[in-house]
């Protein structure tokens, strides 16, 4: 089972694993339908979005875990705002499965103004005043990131093509064609119905 999430989670995540220091390109939208592999998405700006997907896509589901199944070692992603001290507030954490480390590093990300993604290994953890504290770190540096109280915290699982419905949240990282067509080797749900909060 974890041998058959990783893969699902590194085939949804492909695009992430050749890249430093520069974000992938993503859709975020509300699945209208998918045929013969086409999924298309309405966009939160109304736009309608068609996305190719590989033969052999996958759909990797996120469930909500509570901020202490953070620990030493765990390997995360997490959309964040800088802050003047130097330290990033989390908006949202993902945490990979074990043996999985994909898009290590810091860029700039699009989940709201300013704000940038941070992947990587974190080390120490402590309980603060403003949230939980983690201490990560990745190839070319390190950062503190405070996950206050709220925070959606996820962690990756198998999901099954059977989950991907109309109405259905997803998130997609896709690669661009250049004839400007979207393709993707998977799609990302939230578990019941829930955005992806990434």
């Known amino acids: 089972m974890k041998s058959k999430l990783k893969l699902a989670v590194l085939l949804c ?18 699945i209208v339908s998918l045929a013969n592999d086409t999924l298309t998405l309405k966009s939160a700006d109304g736009a309608s979005l068609t996305v ?23 390997f995360i992603g997490t959309a ?12 949202e954490v993902h945490v990979f499965p074990p043996g999985v480390k994909v898009g290590e590093g810091h860029y700039a990300w699009d989940l709201r103004k300013s704000s940038m993604m941070t992947n990587g290994t974190v080390g120490k953890v402590t309980a603060g005043a403003k949230g939980r504290e983690l201490d990560v770190t990745y190839s070319t540096g390190e950062r503190k990131i405070i996950v206050p109280p709220g925070v959606p915290i996820v962690q990756f699982t198998d999901g099954e093509r059977s989950q991907i419905k109309p109405g259905i949240s997803a998130f997609l990282i896709i690669k661009k064609t250049p004839s400007g067509g979207l393709t993707s080797n998977g799609i990302t749900i939230g578990e019941n119905g829930a955005a992806p909060p990434m």
Request: proline letters at 9%; hydrophobic letters at 45%.
């Open 80 to 91: 964040e705002i800088p802050q003047r001290d130097g330290t990033g507030r989390s908006l």
């Open 52 to 74: 190719a997907l590989a033969k052999d896509w996958t759909v990797t589901l996120l469930k909500p875990i509570a901020v202490e199944a953070i620990e030493p070692g765990s």
């Open 13 to 30: 995540l492909l695009p992430l694993a050749s890249i430093a220091q520069a974000a992938p390109d993503v859709v975020r939208g509300v």
